[in-house]
């Protein structure tokens, strides 16, 4: 059997007007301005553009601005990591010494390990992405970027061309 190729929606035009898109009031797709893909409906990722009037995937207009747009994933869905429990004790992050994967207290992305940003609570006890536990207070823990692609790994077996 031949491989099928995964349907993409049709181009939309930019919602406007640009509002700022936050993980309690996400934008659709084509909307923006968002931060992260926790500011993006699920399913839809916030896509971190090369510059002005840089195309934007699944969208339809010309943007001059620096505005980062939600739109479909445009790659692979990377494979789900791996959760694990808080670090602690708890203690202050830094640029210097900086912070793990579900270790905290951040105050921001400079403060967490390469690869890593530090996650914006919203409230006392909500599921931090990742990371295994009940968190009741307001620290705000380093967690795997989401919108970091996947590594990718060698195969023990050729992959066969596609023709």
């Not at 190729?5 to 640009?18: C, G, K, M, R």
């Not at 990722?45 to 980062?68: F, W, Y």
């Not at 445009?74 to 670090?87: E, R, Y």
């Not at 207290?105 to 599921?127: A, F, N, T, V």
Request: proline share 17%; with cysteine; charged share 20%.
């Amino acid at each position: 059997p031949s491989p099928t190729v995964q349907p993409t929606s049709t181009p939309i035009p930019f919602v406007l007007p640009v509002r700022d898109c936050t993980p309690t009031q996400p934008c659709e797709r084509c909307e923006g301005d968002c931060d992260s893909d926790i500011d993006c409906v699920p399913g839809l990722m916030c896509h971190q553009k090369e510059g002005r009037g840089a195309p934007i995937p699944g969208c339809i207009g010309v943007d001059n601005s620096l505005t980062e747009w939600c739109i479909e994933p445009t790659g692979p869905t990377p494979a789900p990591t791996q959760a694990i429990p808080f670090v602690l004790p708890v203690r202050d992050c830094s640029p210097t010494n900086p912070c793990e994967r579900c270790e905290g207290h951040c105050m921001s992305d400079s403060e967490c390990q390469e690869g890593l940003i530090c996650h914006d609570k919203l409230e006392k006890g909500e599921p931090i992405p990742g990371c295994i536990g009940t968190d009741n207070s307001w620290t705000e823990w380093c967690i795997e970027d989401p919108s970091t692609p996947p590594a990718t790994t060698p195969t023990s077996i050729p992959t066969p061309e596609t023709i």
